[in-house]
């Protein structure tokens, strides 16, 4: 099959995110300006540079009590910052529980029992328990086409890494086993690995 995405797909549901994927998922930590802390996963994140190490997430939609963008994004214009949490197969239940559309009062971490930590180079949480964690400073906010489309680019100023999922100096992804969201309600987490030697 052929669509014009701008015509639509004629399909029960949109293919698009399932031909993207597996997309890995940042569970975004911030805090508003009066001290609110929010925690919402977003499939459209990723590493975007080494040096210095940056990265980059997409939030596409909007809620009522937020205006054109939901509380990540309103948060991190107020701040500057936000964590990056990796969400491993472990915590996958709670990482769910916080994609809900909550109230811009509700403090994710405390809905979804997960341990709260302050970072040490940022003001914002972070998950405790999850297996890394990056602290990140805002370095822009990019208004993307279409409605309530922002993409945020952070610099990386501060790295957390649970000594548990460390092996031989490397950060065990079989130990993490780190989400990755798939297309319509699906996700899979790594758990099988091989290496290829670049040539």
Excluded at 74 to 83: L, Y
Excluded at 122 to 138: G, Q, S, Y
Excluded at 162 to 171: A, L, N, S, V, W
Aim: net charge negative; proline share 7%.
């Amino acid at each position: 099959m052929f669509y014009h995405p701008k015509d639509g797909h004629g399909l029960p549901h949109n293919p698009f995110n399932a031909i993207v994927a597996p997309r890995p998922i940042g569970w975004i930590g911030s805090r508003d300006k009066d001290g609110h802390d929010n925690l919402a996963p977003y499939s459209f994140f990723n590493a975007v540079a080494y040096e210095p190490p940056q990265v980059m997430f997409s939030s596409t939609s909007a809620k009522p009590d937020r205006g054109d963008t939901k509380d990540s994004v309103g948060n991190i214009r107020e701040t500057g910052v936000f964590s990056v949490n990796v969400v491993s197969f472990a915590l996958k239940d709670a990482m769910n529980l916080t994609s809900g559309a909550w109230g811009k009062d509700t403090d994710e971490f405390t809905l979804a029992g997960l341990e709260k930590a302050e970072c040490n180079t940022i003001n914002a949480p972070r998950v405790a328990n999850a297996p890394a964690t990056l602290e990140c400073k805002v370095t822009q906010i990019i208004t993307l086409e279409g409605a309530h489309n922002f993409a945020v680019f952070g610099e990386v100023t501060g790295v957390h890494i649970r000594d548990e999922f460390m092996t031989d100096g490397m950060f065990d992804l079989r130990k993490v086993q780190p989400l990755s969201r798939l297309g319509y309600q699906d996700y899979t987490s790594v758990t099988d690995l091989f290496s290829l030697k670049r040539p």
